[in-house]
């Protein structure tokens, strides 16, 4: 890419590094921001704000308001810059042909190429509409992404693709599993362990609901698709913390259980969760209730990630080897919000700047030949949604 366009993406990534937007603090400002840039274009902003007014999605439309458009996705949250940083994590350095700073390749290097390519974008007489998501607390549960899903069917606006720029060096992601995440609570009847028909033992009940997670994890095994990519190939499902009890001599009237799944399809999700329902609230809670009105059991949901499932034919998939000219097509361990869209109806891939290695530690970085590689996907992207005339 010619080096104008470079300079503003590297301009731009140096504004968004300085919006310190740590999920649990809002990114108002950096919405805002994005926002001004995209309105100075011409193009039609539209946010959405969650229940504590605190955080924002931006979704920006630049073409014509036709169905069928291409949506550009980051999250503009980054997590916590813990640990030792060379320099402040809220400004961007540039060093070495890298660009230092929280969010450099999770994910703010791709929303810098996607206003850096804007006026570009607005400048072509577009076929389809481009639209730029960005969305808030995706690392924290996807929260934002799934909101956002929402506000476009109620504004009735249906796009056909959707590319997620996070960080996979620029190779094409067709897939990821799913991650379902949980914390059930047994709560039972405490007594002296000399009498333990008196009172409701809670770790008892909590080791009935494990053994049902094993057999349910052994049937899972069995449904794995035929040509899945994933390792292993089946939906896993397993608990990795319990904490019960106070004493061997009393019988714990609490524990509590946290576990997760990781889910190939979305049919898997549906067959595992009815039978841990059919389990906890069809078998266990009715009779721990029988035997003490105040005994139950409560199961928390800690955050609820689809997953990616890879499609064939996917447009998605398509437009994208197209744009880069790379024909591989992988599947990766981490989540992200593209299962959401794709649960929408829309055809969704994962492709971004930067790699996954350099986020979610001290000194992210990204560099600058992935930033060019990013902004030739989407200069290749415009003259492909150009019309002819
Ligand atoms: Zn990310």
Redesign the pocket.
């Known amino acids: 890419m010619s080096g104008p366009v470079l300079d503003e993406t590297r301009r731009i990534l140096g504004d968004l590094i300085g919006f310190p937007t740590v999920s649990a603090d809002g990114n108002l400002a950096l919405i805002a921001y994005a926002s001004a840039a995209l309105d100075a274009i011409g193009a039609h902003t539209r946010t959405t704000l969650d229940a504590s007014g605190t955080k924002a999605n931006l979704f920006a439309t630049i073409g014509p308001d036709t169905d069928g458009g291409i949506v550009l996705s980051g999250?503009t949250d980054v997590v916590p810059a813990d640990g030792e940083w060379t320099g402040d994590p809220f400004v961007a350095h540039e060093e070495g042909g890298r660009i230092y700073g929280r969010g450099a390749c999770?994910?703010k290097g791709f929303i810098a190429c996607a206003l850096a390519m804007a006026p570009a974008f607005a400048a072509t007489r577009l076929e389809r509409p481009v639209h730029f998501a960005f969305t808030y607390d995706?690392?924290v549960g996807c929260f934002g992404a799934r909101a956002l899903v929402e506000a476009l069917r109620e504004w009735s606006v249906k796009p056909s693709t959707c590319v997620i720029g996070?960080?996979t060096g620029m190779r094409i992601i067709e897939g990821h599993k799913g991650c379902y995440e949980y914390t059930t609570a047994f709560t039972g009847s405490a007594g002296h362990a000399s009498e333990p028909d008196r009172g409701v033992n809670a770790i008892a009940y909590a080791g009935r609901f494990l053994a049902r997670l094993a057999e349910t994890g052994e049937a899972l095994k069995g449904r794995a698709p035929a040509k899945s990519p994933f390792v292993p190939p089946w939906t896993t499902l397993q608990a990795g913390v319990i904490r019960g009890g106070t004493a061997r001599n009393v019988i714990p009237d609490h524990c509590e259980v946290e576990w997760e799944m990781r889910p190939v399809t979305a049919a898997d999700a549906d067959f595992a969760l009815s039978e841990i329902r059919r389990c906890l609230e069809g078998e266990l809670s009715p009779e721990m209730r029988a035997r003490h009105p105040g005994a139950g059991i409560v199961t928390h949901v800690v955050g609820e990630v689809d997953g990616l499932e890879p499609v064939a034919p996917s447009e998605a998939l398509d437009l994208v080897r197209e744009l880069t000219g790379g024909n591989a097509a992988d599947v990766v361990s981490?989540g992200?919000e593209a299962g959401l869209y794709q649960k929408a109806g829309i055809s969704t891939v994962v492709c971004g700047p930067g790699f996954i290695e350099q986020?979610h530690r001290p000194d992210e970085y990204v560099s600058l030949d992935q930033l060019d590689l990013c902004l030739q996907m989407l200069d290749r992207l415009a003259g492909k949604l150009s019309r002819r005339s």
Request: proline share 10%; glycine share 0%; net charge negative.
């Open positions: 999250h999770d994910m995706e690392e996070e960080p981490f992200t986020a």
